[in-house]
T-cell receptor, first 116, second 116 residues
Framework: DAGVIQSPRHEVTEMGQEVTLRCKPI?????LFWYRQTMMRGLELLIY????????DSGMPEDRFSAKMPNASFSTLKIQPSEPRDSAVYFC??????????????FGEGSRLTVL | AQKVTQAQTEISVVEKEDVTLDCVYE???????LFWYKQPPSGELVFLIR??????QNEISGRYSWNFQKSTSSFNFTITASQVVDSAVYFC?????????????FGTGTRLKVLA
């Protein structure tokens, strides 16, 4: 089975440009999470969705960040305009959940963003 | 508020030594889940174990063992006879119910260096 698929794996862009990161969760998983990893802050939860609906975006650092999940198999994280401090590895993760329990998070390989 | 604390930023051991990674969590929920993930130098996040709050039985998997103690809100991870391949950053995580789904938060990680 395919795992969580993220693209691009690496992105180098210049300050002010728009960046779009993409994620395909594992089929059948109903929760999707976006995390950002930096040396200073570790793994920060940015936003998460349940059944394609955004549940909590309190971790999104600024209005420059936005995320969508138009269907169960696709999500995007957009930064516009990008700034050097946005440089980080962005991870997408998915999990399945039913009434009785919650599963572990399955992570994609991450998208390493460098903003010059 | 929910929180995960990994007080050990970095640990260095010599191969074959035993090492314990500490994890302390905070939550008021009675139902929650605890996880450990490994992030090797290659960068991916690898799931190691999940425990629910009602199961305090310790678990052993090969050289890995986990000690869950609700009385001290701890979920510690021990590697017996460490090997160089165990060198990685290890994250402890807490999942708790919110807004009809589950939220996952991570500790800041412990970097383990196993020296040959």
């Amino acid at each position: 089975d395919a795992g969580v698929i993220q693209s691009p794996r690496h992105e180098v862009t210049e300050m002010g440009q728009e960046v779009t990161l993409r994620c395909k969760p594992i089929s059948g998983h109903n929760s999707l999470f976006w995390y950002r990893q930096t040396m200073m802050r570790g793994l920060e939860l940015l936003i998460y969705f349940n059944n394609n609906v955004p549940i909590d975006d309190s971790g999104m650092p600024e209005d420059r960040f936005s995320a969508k999940m138009p269907n169960a198999s696709f999500s995007t994280l957009k930064i516009q305009p990008s700034e050097p401090r946005d440089s980080a590895v962005y991870f997408c993760a998915s999990s399945s959940r039913d009434k009785r329990n919650t599963g572990e998070l399955f992570f994609g390989e991450g998208s390493r963003l460098t903003v010059l | 508020a929910q929180k995960v604390t990994q007080a050990q930023t970095e640990i260095s051991v010599v191969e074959k030594e035993d090492v314990t990674l500490d994890c302390v969590y905070e939550t008021r929920d009675t139902t929650y889940y605890l996880f450990w993930y490994k992030q090797p130098p290659s960068g991916e996040l690898v799931f190691l174990i999940r425990r629910n709050s009602f199961d305090e039985q310790n678990e052993i998997s090969g050289r890995y063992s986990w000690n869950f103690q609700k009385s001290t809100s701890s979920f510690n991870f021990t590697i017996t006879a460490s090997q160089v391949v165990d060198s990685a950053v290890y994250f402890c995580a807490l999942s708790f119910p919110t807004s009809g789904t589950y939220k996952y938060i991570f500790g800041t990680g412990t970097r383990l260096k196993v020296l040959a």
